[in-house]
């Protein structure tokens, strides 16, 4: 691996992994439940309690991976027990963090959403131990900008350049962007807050950073790819 980053790079990006299930497979549901018939704050809520031994359970793995893998001790790790569906493990050298909610578009399914932020040593993501914990788990890198994106400035400058490698599609009103790249096996995706680059598999921590890495090269000197 030949990629060397600042640090500053990589300290503000979140790696990513959204998963759906049945809300019926969470260890909580029990036979006196109704499986939720609309999206809203309480079925949200019950999510959130009923998904609480799930979440325990992938912080319990998460712990001991952390300490097999990255060689840290009991008092390395503090762990938030799960609350309203939020179970967080600091580290060291970054958080993980785990929420269950509902899914917004079908209440009968629920939306996991297992991420690794807060980068305090950016440049452990690329060793041995990191990828042993995490393995293909992540598909997505995001970044938060500090200031809200102007979408249609920054169309306007992808359009102006014109560069053939470069296909972008977006919404009349500019809510949102996604760009594909020749050579980047996934897509970049805009809000106003938020640049995401979704791979179309999950792939081992280093890969998805070297290629979030790629694609700011790509956009050198547009204000949004700048952490």
Request: proline share 4%.
């Amino acid at each position: 691996m030949t990629t060397d980053p600042q640090s500053s790079e990589l300290a503000n990006v979140t790696l990513v992994r959204e998963t759906r299930t049945r809300v019926r497979d969470l260890k909580g549901f029990r036979k006196s439940h109704q499986v939720p018939s609309e999206a809203n704050e309480h079925t949200n809520s019950f999510v959130g309690r009923i998904a609480a031994e799930d979440i325990s359970q992938d912080l319990e793995s998460r712990f001991s991976d952390f300490r097999k893998f990255l060689k840290l001790k009991r008092v390395d790790l503090q762990v938030s027990e799960p609350d309203a569906g939020v179970g967080m493990i600091v580290t060291p050298w970054f958080d993980y963090l785990v929420r269950v909610t509902g899914s917004r578009d079908d209440a009968a399914e629920v939306l996991w959403r297992r991420q690794v932020a807060e980068f305090r040593q950016p440049l452990e993501l690329f060793a041995a131990g990191f990828s042993s914990v995490f393995g293909n788990l992540f598909d997505t890198v995001e970044l938060e900008p500090a200031a809200p994106i102007d979408l249609a400035g920054f169309i306007d400058q992808i359009e102006e350049r014109g560069v053939e490698t470069i296909a972008i599609d977006y919404d009349r009103n500019t809510t949102w962007c996604h760009i594909n790249l020749s050579g980047v096996m996934g897509q970049v995706r805009l809000t106003s807050d938020r640049v995401s680059l979704v791979l179309a598999q999950p792939q081992p921590p280093a890969r998805l950073l070297e290629a979030f890495l790629q694609v700011r090269s790509r956009f050198a000197g547009i204000e949004c790819f700048s952490v």
